[in-house]
Nanobody
């Protein structure tokens, strides 16, 4: 059974950092584009960052550009999201999701396609 499992969420003060991990089982991530998507209460789902499996191209939403970094380690079948300079508005449940690569990373990350697999989500709370 395919599983994506996120970890690394938690409570952090503004300006702090967290690193989220997305580990896959029964799914080889290097055949899929991987996205990090977040959803805050009362807000629409937002594609935060995505990484290509083909050429390593990256996408970041404007809201996180310069603060978040996505990376993948195919030897560990894991994708990471390093989040620095966290702000109150970064508070959300963060999901990782996998999608066979059918378009540019930017197009996929903006929600043009349905992801094939989702993790259960990890809560990130930024609060003083």
């Amino acid at each position: 059974q395919v599983q994506l499992v996120e970890s690394g969420g938690g409570l952090v003060q503004p300006g702090g950092s967290l690193r989220l991990s997305c580990a896959a089982s029964d799914l080889t991530l290097d055949y899929y584009a991987i996205g990090w998507i977040r959803q805050a209460p009362g807000k629409e789902r937002e594609g935060v960052s995505c990484i290509s499996s083909i050429d390593g191209s990256l996408y970041y939403a404007d809201s996180v550009k310069g603060r978040f970094t996505i990376s993948r380690d195919n030897t560990k079948n894991t994708v990471y999201l390093q989040m620095n300079s966290l702000k109150l508005e970064d508070t959300a449940v963060y999901y990782c999701a996998a999608l066979p690569e059918v378009d540019t990373v930017a197009t996929m990350c903006r929600g043009a396609y349905e992801y094939a697999y989702w993790g259960q989500g990890t809560q990130v709370t930024v609060s003083s």
